[in-house]
């Protein structure tokens, strides 16, 4: 331990500079630091900056709550400006409230059950791609499918009819880029410039046709004001656009496969999402918010495939102001990392921590909400603004094709993490699926 560090209420850690980034070899160094030294780390990274790891459940609770205001986004935000601009996600201080004040009404529990009808859509014709792919014997590459129907449902819920008309209408996908290449490069980037123009475009067309009736997010968006009864600029609102489409898929996407990767390994858990989704969801035009309420398994399920993986695995942040964490002092400056993918697995709040078991989330549970560090969502006002639709997103999918569909997998190996700015399988899981009318040829 380092006295020294101690006595200047700087927290303990190795004397050598560490490098921390987001990927592989930073989470494998974050596990040993915590070993080593315990909850609050301090250490000395190559650039001369001072950064601190907290995995202390209390202390992560109260950064990101009650002293959010003292920090902005840390280090990893610049690479993802890059990508979104200045949207939501990565904005800070005045801009951010005043954006998350605009775009906040969009996402009421109202608007989002006006979506649901799309949802159901989405996952019914991903059911009949499915079914000719199970009829012909043949596997499916579910991490591709997952990115594909996530992808596809957020732009129909942002574009509405114009998705049809505007977005597909060389009969291709021109946002397919975003599910396919996996690699932050450069021509990504570029990629997303070209989409802002289409974006525009439809923005354009519809300020032309000045018509009021469309429900979805871009009209919503478009209509947005602040406190001063401005809207967005068209750079803001195209920020705030691609936002969304990057946040509004990639999460969910990264979490139903994990969902079918965790289900086809875990039969119990699967036997009983099944039950339940015949019991409620069979009838897919009969799918509400109130069934979808009812539906806690399936709740429970996705909650405990949250806590295994995350897919926003680590959170950065930077002092602004001066801070106390613990008894520690927190210079301003100081670089923060925090891990939902540490914390979930910590024995000490979650026994048996690598084991799937939705039941850890079910009304038998004798921990209340908040018990446990739990935050694949974040945690205080930047909490993200998708929560509510993601498990409707989720359970609606899961719930409709885990009753057409039995799946196997074609490797036993377990897959490996990708660690990026979002957890992914480094590799395609690869799937067999087996219609249930089939089921008995299979057992
Ligand atoms: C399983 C699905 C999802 C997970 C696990 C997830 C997780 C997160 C996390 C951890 C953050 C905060 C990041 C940080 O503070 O560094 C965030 C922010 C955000 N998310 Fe999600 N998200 C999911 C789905 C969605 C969806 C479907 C949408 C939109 C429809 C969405 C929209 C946003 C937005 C706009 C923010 C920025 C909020 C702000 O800074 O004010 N997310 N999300």
Redesign the pocket.
């Given at each position: 331990m380092n006295l020294s560090k101690h006595e200047s209420r700087e927290p303990p850690g190795p004397d050598e500079p560490v490098a921390l980034g987001v990927d592989p070899e930073t989470l494998a160094c974050l596990q040993a630091l915590q070993a080593e030294f315990g909850n609050v780390v301090s250490v000395d990274k190559p650039n001369g900056r001072k950064a601190y790891f907290i995995n202390d459940a209390d202390e992560v609770r109260k950064l990101l709550v009650k002293h959010h205001s003292r920090y902005k986004?840390g280090p990893g935000f610049e690479r993802v400006k890059m990508l979104l601009g200045n949207g939501?996600?990565v904005s800070d201080g005045e801009t951010?409230r005043r954006s998350?004040r605009m775009i906040q009404p969009a996402f009421t529990r109202q608007n989002i059950h006006r979506l649901i009808g799309l949802m159901v859509e989405c996952a019914e014709e991903r059911a009949s791609m499915w079914e000719k792919v199970a009829a012909a014997g043949e596997t499916l590459d579910i991490t591709q499918e997952m990115s594909d129907f996530a992808l596809e449902l957020?732009l129909r819920c942002i574009f509405g009819a114009d998705y049809e008309t505007h977005i597909l209408h060389a009969g291709e996908n021109p946002f397919a880029f975003l599910s396919k290449d996996s690699e932050r490069d450069l021509r990504i980037v570029l990629q997303v410039r070209e989409s802002r123009n289409l974006i525009m475009s439809v923005i354009n067309d519809r300020r032309a046709r000045n018509t009021e009736e469309e429900f979805d997010f871009l009209s919503m968006y478009m209509s947005a004001t602040d406190k001063a009864g401005e809207g967005f600029s068209d750079d803001e609102l195209l920020d705030e656009l691609v936002?969304?489409i990057v946040?509004?898929y990639e999460?969910?996407a990264g979490?139903l496969n994990w969902a079918w990767y965790l289900a086809a390994r875990n039969q119990d858990a699967e036997a009983k999402l099944l039950a339940e989704a015949r019991k409620l969801l069979q009838d897919a035009a009969t799918i509400s918010q109130e069934t979808l309420a009812e539906a806690v398994y399936g709740q429970q399920f996705l909650e405990e495939t949250?806590r295994l993986y995350?897919?926003?695995w680590l959170?950065s942040r930077r002092a602004i102001e001066d801070d106390a964490l613990q008894d520690y002092d927190v210079a301003e400056g100081t670089d923060i990392y925090l891990s939902p993918y540490i914390l979930h697995r910590t024995e000490e709040y979650w026994p048996n921590p690598d084991h799937f078991d939705p039941d850890r989330f079910g009304p038998d549970c004798p921990h209340k909400k908040g018990d446990r560090p739990y935050f694949?969502?974040?945690l205080g006002p930047?909490r993200?603004?998708?929560?509510y639709?993601?498990f409707l997103?989720m359970k609606v999918h899961l719930g409709l094709l885990i009753q057409r569909f039995h799946m196997t997998l074609e490797s036993d190996q377990e897959p490996e993490l990708d660690l990026g700015i979002n957890l992914r399988t480094k590799n395609s899981i690869i799937v067999r699926p087996h219609l249930r009318a089939q089921e008995s040829e299979i057992a």
């Open positions: 986004k939501l996600i951010w998350r957020i936002t969304l946040a509004g999460t969910s979490t949250l995350p897919p926003v959170f694949p969502f974040s930047r993200c603004l998708g929560e639709f993601s997103e």
